[in-house]
């Protein structure tokens, strides 16, 4: 009701009002532009958190020598192109932080679920339109902050993504100075950001879904990004706490952290991991979603089990809470919680396997299309196969004792997050390409992206597995400096190699990006024959979304293949009179 | 089977049940995934797209859904139940110590506190020494394990034990080693610049070495 209302409004707006370059590219309130900024600045992240991964990466396989071209960069940060520790360690610390914080979350949250959520639910534009452009702004701000950090003395942050206090507390521990401060304060304002663009998803879908969009017809990613947002909302102020005490710590004499004063160090790991394993579901979560968007369409088949998967997430999201400690099994904690934590973190596998299964499921006997999307999709599934498997070892206490720490955990994330989100990634933007720019990206090169980063990916990766299975500490400057790590070398050689190629090959996806931004093909309003809602709008929508009424929903989002129906597809909005009552 | 995947060489007495644990997971999650993999690949090649085709209309299957959830928490949950005693034998409990020592981990050394000619700890002779750790084979050594300034992690990769040191916390880890040798003790949480290279040296020996070894190394004080 008084959603329609708003829908009225935001309809006559749409009709008569043409909005400056500010307004409408730097200062716009348009759920679609906010999501464009947000992939742009993520992209461009990107870029910078690849980097460092290829310094590490030169370091590794050749510890201690020149980075070819590098030479320029000024003492103490590299002699002469040679990486010194500190600056290593800065390097995975920024690699971590700027491809969690702003780049997979920016992307998968920030992007799509912008784009996405309106289009999808059948909503002119976001609940809070002005609070969705304070939320990138203040996104930008934070970005801002943490690439300032490299520019202090002693250079940013050193003490791993997860700043395990003493050592993040104390400047002395890790030289470095304001650069800890202003990853704090970075991820402070980060925070907001992501409280603001949280409430605002959540609102927005329970609000302002169109006509007959009921919960259990709207399409699985919209599932994800509401249950991530739910879960943004309850983890990131605990995180905001931990890095307001870390701060207090460091700039204001406080021992929160610091045992010399009756502070507790476990504090911080329990504050961070319990905002750090939702944080991972939150990464995973709307990939998750995409992928089955994208592998029904594909597959021209519904989804297999949509309620299943719909309550597969929530399971996920409820047991993300209960996980924590099995990042803490070595830790100290005491080993009966760790006892309790395996079971969880054992119990959290199941709706993963699930979502698996599924996937399975829909594939067959469907009527699969190889597009560049798809593949990217189908890939995500394989790689997630790999990451939530491999979990299994770390989830069992005994063996998490020999592999935490090691390159067993490294190989893991990334096959979670590269090999899942990532992957994912690259699925929503080759998907949605059409409907948020008007244009197709180019299949070919999407193809051969494609097949070279899977090659490079698992090249790079898979061989991380043996490496902590032969006990290689991660985080480690130098492995020569260790007789038992010295055999295990002309892996680490192999894995550069793979990983330089990995990195060259982003350049195609970037190329892609640009060439078909100005010269793809001109995409019609439902190029890939889907039945979700954004189909039926304008490609690209203007200002709120459809040119005509919102659209009325009669039925669920993958009704491919329908018998009711001659074609392999049957939209969301389309009436079929005789049979919509029974098709509910 | 591990020595062949690149695991060192075991020379604890805990470590079989952990390698075996870790083998007992590879089998499970090779099968699984074979098994997943071959079923995508036959799917994704039976079911590609031809001309004329078109999908078979499934929403999905109740009893299926069923089926999966509940072998694959059977198999988490067994999984979980096999680990526990494993894991209580090597952290909460464990048997009784023969040899006793302080183990203080600082930036970027393990300093090794032996207890003296008087065979006690925390008395005036304990004598240590930095990042070299002697122990008899075959006995039970014990360990108060802490940390001077930030969190290090004492791991012995031939041993497969690993557990953090935290400033302000004095943690109980034991084991004993099987085999006469040199091994290495990394640390294996990040600690600062100079963590990459922080190492100590474990060496097992002989009861009738180890005494030779506490007593030079007690006159040379």
């Known amino acids: ?584 | 089977m591990l020595e062949h995947l690149w695991f060192p060489h075991d020379i604890s007495t805990f470590g079989p049940r952990i390698d075996f644990l870790f083998e007992l997971i590879f089998w499970i999650v090779v099968v699984v995934w074979a098994a997943v993999m071959i079923t995508m690949v036959i799917f994704m090649v039976r079911y590609r797209t031809r001309p004329g085709r078109k999908a078979e209309y499934i929403e999905g299957n109740s009893r299926l859904e069923m089926v999966w959830t509940v072998v694959t928490a059977a198999i988490m949950v067994t999984l979980a139940l096999m680990s526990r005693s494993t894991w209580a034998d090597i952290k909460e409990h464990g048997p009784p110590g023969q040899v006793f020592f302080n183990v203080t981990a600082k930036q970027f050394n393990w300093e090794i506190t032996y207890p003296g000619p008087d065979g006690k700890l925390g008395t005036k002779d304990d004598v240590t020494v930095e990042n070299e750790m002697h122990v008899p084979v075959n006995q039970v050594v014990r360990i108060d394990l802490t940390s001077k300034d930030v969190i290090h992690s004492f791991f012995v990769p031939n041993m497969r034990l690993k557990q953090d040191a935290v400033p302000g916390r004095i943690i109980h880890v034991w084991f004993e080693a099987t085999e006469v040798g040199t091994y290495e003790i990394p640390c294996a949480e990040l600690c600062g610049f100079g963590h990459s290279g922080m190492l100590g040296h474990l060496t097992v020996q002989s009861e009738a070495d180890f005494q030779k070894y506490l007593k030079d190394t007690y006159s040379g004080q």
Request: proline residues 7%.
């Open chain 1, 1 to 584: 009701m008084s959603s329609t209302a708003a829908v009225a409004v935001h309809g006559a707006h749409a009709e008569h009002h043409e909005l400056g370059f500010f307004r409408t590219y730097i200062f716009s309130t348009d759920h679609k532009m906010i999501g464009r900024q947000f992939l742009f600045l993520a992209l461009f992240m990107m870029s910078i958190g690849g980097l460092m991964a290829m310094l590490m990466r030169w370091e590794l396989a050749f510890p201690e020598t020149a980075v070819p071209g590098f030479g320029w960069v000024p003492e103490p940060y590299m002699y002469e192109g040679a990486i010194p520790p500190n600056t290593y360690n800065s390097m995975f610390t920024m690699h971590a932080t700027i491809m969690i914080f702003f780049v997979i979350m920016p992307i998968l949250v920030g992007c799509f679920g912008n784009f996405l959520i309106p289009l999808m639910i059948g909503a002119r534009d976001m609940a809070f339109p002005k609070l969705n452009m304070l939320s990138f702004w203040v996104g930008a701000v934070a970005g801002s902050i943490m690439l300032s950090s490299f520019f202090v003395p002693g250079g940013p942050a050193a003490a791993g993504w997860t700043s395990y206090a003493p050592l993040s507390a104390v400047p002395v521990y890790t030289g470095v100075d304001w650069g800890q401060n202003l990853w704090c304060i970075s991820l402070i304002v980060l925070g907001i950001s992501s409280l603001m663009g949280s409430i605002n998803y959540i609102t927005t879908i329970v609000n302002m879904r169109t006509k007959g969009m009921y919960f259990f017809r709207m399409p699985l990613v919209i599932w994800s990004l509401f249950i991530t947002a739910i879960l943004l909302l309850l983890a990131l102020p605990v995180l905001t706490t931990a890095l307001a005490l870390l701060l207090f710590d460091r700039l204001g004499g406080t021992h929160f952290f610091l045992p010399d004063g009756g502070g507790e160090p476990l504090l911080w790991q329990h504050l961070f991991w319990f905002f750090g394993h939702p944080e991972v579901y939150i990464m995973i979560l709307p990939a998750m979603g995409i992928t089955s968007d994208v592998i029904a369409t594909f597959s021209r088949k519904p989804i297999f089990g949509y309620r299943a998967m719909a309550y597969a997430m929530i399971g996920i999201a409820f047991l993300s809470w209960i996980v924590w400690g099995h990042h803490m099994f070595q830790s100290g904690m005491d080993p009966a919680l760790g006892t309790s934590f395996m079971l969880t973190t054992m119990v959290i596998g199941v709706p993963s396997a699930i979502k698996t299964f599924n996937w399975l499921g829909t594939l067959y006997k469907g009527n699969i299309h190889y597009t560049a999307p798809m593949l990217n999709a189908l890939s995500f599934v394989a790689m997630f196969v790999i990451g939530g498997l491999s979990g299994i070892w770390m989830a069992c206490t005994p063996v998490d004792m020999y592999i935490h720490d090691t390159y067993f955990i490294v190989a893991h994330i990334h096959y979670v997050l590269f090999g899942g989100s990532l992957f994912a990634i690259f699925a929503a933007i080759e998907y949605w390409f059409p409907k948020m720019f008007g244009r197709m990206m180019n299949e070919t090169l999407g193809k051969i992206h494609f097949s070279i980063t899977f090659v490079a990916f698992n090249c790079t990766f898979f061989p991380m597995h043996i490496l902590g299975m032969g006990g290689h500490m991660r985080r480690i400057y130098n492995p020569l400096q260790y007789d038992f790590l010295k055999p295990l070398q002309p892996i680490q050689i192999f894995i550069s190699i793979s990983a330089f190629v990995l990195g060259a090959a982003q350049f195609i996806f970037l190329a892609n990006i640009i060439w078909s931004l100005a010269r793809g093909k001109k995409a019609s309003e439902n190029p890939w024959n889907a039945n979700t809602l954004e189909w039926t709008a304008p490609s690209p929508p203007g200002h709120g979304n459809w040119v005509g009424a919102v659209p009325v929903v009669y039925r669920g989002p993958y009704e491919y293949s329908s018998p009711e129906v001659a074609e392999d597809y049957l939209p969301q909005s389309r009436e079929l009179p005789e049979v919509s009552a029974a098709a509910d």
